[in-house]
């Protein structure tokens, strides 16, 4: 494939998933790690204590696309981001 074939066309939304232990924290979290845009957080499954949610939130680049991957890793109530 060619590198044009590969470009990814921004703003966009784009599709998050995480996983947690406790569902409202990981909500919450979300929030803040996105600057409190508007999402609709999906309860996905549940494993034992983890909880897996998706969600997609509105990215103008993938510099902000990256920047709230990394905040949502970073964030003390989510444990894991795909």
């Known amino acids: 494939m060619s590198e044009k074939e590969n470009k990814i066309e921004y703003p966009r939304m784009w599709g998050f998933r995480i996983i947690g232990e406790d569902k409202e924290k ?3 979290a979300v ?4 600057n409190n845009q508007e999402c609709n957080v999906e309860d996905n499954k549940s494993h034992g ?3 897996s949610q998706k969600f997609e939130a509105y990215v103008t680049s993938e510099e902000e696309r990256n920047e709230f ?3 949502l890793q970073e964030h003390k109530d989510i ?3 795909l």
């Open 69 to 71: 991957f990394k905040r």
């Open 79 to 81: 444990k894991f981001v």
């Open 26 to 28: 990981m909500r919450q």
């Open 31 to 34: 929030k803040e790690c996105i």
């Open 49 to 51: 204590k983890y909880h």
